[in-house]
């Protein structure tokens, strides 16, 4: 990578740019089209899908503890998190699901696509790529979220808001974009579990984008800034969450990571040792009995009943049994790596299936095999585009070490800093999202659901970094690419 001065494009803005022509970060053509896209999009979802929102399995448990919220009050250990049972609240979906809700989780999914195109528009991308960008994430595979009353929507929201106002504030240095990037992220966490250390994935992430690229007026005193910012705001929300759980049922955080972290455990758990004997065999029973009966016959249904039945059994509070599941798996993880290692590399396969239910499918198979095959263009290109991106970056970091001095350091690859840290925001959430659901939980397709604008995203963005390479290639690499001529021959800084 060269370490010189490097052109650097249109940066990412929240707003508009000062100058005419634009709308909202979006130039103005482009715009109008979004905005006829989202009209139109809302009014046949709307037509179509009338019985959204759809309850999902999980939608109960939301629903429960939105009543006890909108009574301010916790009845009981609720494996649910605020976050979106607070939405539940305010479009009144507390006790049933209603039109209102699935409107605004409608509006969300739109707003969020905006943002990440007038991302993808302050990064450099042309009209054409923003209108494609648009239209795909306008099907149904990536608007069916919208019509659950389950968090996956929210939860794509709160990323979109996230990485966008991370981008505008690295870009504009306004701190009001932290800040917004912040409370996104938290608000995140307090939605879905899953991101209550997403604040220190992009910390990691910025540090390493620092050593690596030059960006105008970004320095150690910005990193240093966006970290604390990002992880005390997420701790400070999160941590007086489980403070009220901790007063309230003596148990800090939330018993869904008991649960969670079992489904990994799960199906060798006749290994944990004879002190923890009354919870194996409600584990094995229950286990067993799901094989049979449950839908899937994975065994992983099961986890949801065993704190019920050994609260019935042993009369001991949910909060002490969930803490010891905990445990209990920590000893399973230790006694059999490998056995946790095979169910990890299982949920990554799964993870990466794709999750189109009844709304998208239009309950045929047909409809279903298209947006199957769609689902499977974008993951194969997206990982073809990661290896090559990646590949030729770590080249470019090899010759640069055998170079006399970063200045002279030859590279194929050579981009926009702006363009590539964008990239490595964005694929950070990605990756910490399958890694923390698949380590700690079943690693379902619903589980990436969030990331998957993210995801394309990437592939706009990875496209236009690559083109901004090709014709940034020096002179004496088209040469050595053009008629075998040796490196050495071609670029004087190699010797």
């Not at 508009?16 to 022509?21: E, F, I, P």
């Not at 966490?189 to 997403?198: E, K, S």
Request: with cysteine; net charge positive; hydrophobic share 50%.
């Amino acid at each position: 990578m060269t370490q010189g001065k490097t052109t650097i494009g249109k940066k990412p803005t929240l707003v508009a740019d000062s100058g005419r022509g634009t709308f909202w970060g979006l130039p103005l053509a482009t715009a109008k089209l979004y905005v006829v896209l989202f009209v139109v999009a809302f009014l046949a979802y709307v037509l179509l899908w009338r019985q959204a929102p759809v309850l999902g399995a999980d939608s109960w448990g939301y629903m429960h503890l939105a009543e006890d919220l909108r009574h301010f009050r916790l009845s009981d250990l609720s494996l649910r998190t605020p976050g979106y049972p607070i939405l539940l609240v305010l479009t009144g979906a507390s006790q049933h699901a209603t039109a209102a809700l699935f409107y605004v989780q409608l509006g969300l999914h739109f707003i969020a696509v905006w943002l990440l195109a007038s991302m993808l528009s302050g990064l450099g991308l042309s009209h054409r790529p923003l209108l494609l960008f648009g239209v795909l994430l306008i099907l149904p595979p990536y608007v069916e979220a919208s019509g659950y009353v389950l968090p996956e929507n929210l939860t794509e929201f709160g990323l979109a808001v996230g990485l966008f106002s991370l981008c505008s504030w690295i870009s504009t240095n306004r701190v009001v974009f932290l800040w917004m990037s912040s409370g996104a992220l938290a608000y995140t966490a307090l939605t879905r579990p899953t991101f209550q250390a997403a604040a220190v994935a992009i910390t990691a992430c910025l540090w390493v984008c620092t050593r690596l690229l030059r960006l105008d007026g970004f320095r150690h005193l910005n990193l240093l800034r966006a970290g604390t910012v990002l992880v005390l705001v997420s701790a400070a929300v999160m941590g007086s969450y489980s403070v009220l759980n901790y007063v309230k049922f003596g148990y800090f955080e939330s018993p869904i990571l008991s649960l969670s972290l079992t489904t990994r455990t799960i199906r060798f758990v006749e290994r944990l040792p004879d002190r923890y004997a009354v919870m194996r065999d409600a584990l094995i029973r229950s286990r067993n009995a799901d094989l049979i009966t449950g839908s899937s016959h994975t065994g992983y249904q099961s986890v949801g009943r065993v704190l019920e039945e050994m609260h019935r059994t042993s009369g001991l509070p949910e909060a002490e049994i969930a803490q010891d599941l905990v445990k209990a798996n920590l000893v399973l993880i230790a006694k059999a790596p490998l056995s946790y290692l095979l169910e990890v590399a299982d949920a990554v396969s799964a993870y990466w299936f794709p999750w189109t239910q009844g709304l998208a499918n239009s309950n045929t198979r047909f409809v279903q095999f298209l947006w199957s095959v769609l689902h499977f263009v974008v993951i194969f290109i997206f990982g073809v585009q990661l290896f090559a991106l990646g590949g030729t970056q770590l080249f470019g970091l090899s010759k640069g070490l055998m170079a006399r001095s970063p200045a002279e350091t030859p590279s194929i690859l050579v981009t926009t800093p702006h363009q590539v840290f964008a990239y490595c925001l964005a694929l950070t959430l990605v990756v910490y999202t399958m890694v923390i659901s698949c380590f700690l939980n079943v690693g379902i397709p619903r589980y990436r659901v969030p990331t998957d604008p993210i995801i394309i995203l990437l592939l706009f963005l990875g496209v236009q970094i690559w083109t901004n390479s090709v014709r940034h290639v020096p002179a004496g690499d088209r040469q050595v690419a053009g008629n075998g001529t040796s490196d050495r021959d071609a670029n004087p800084a190699i010797k």
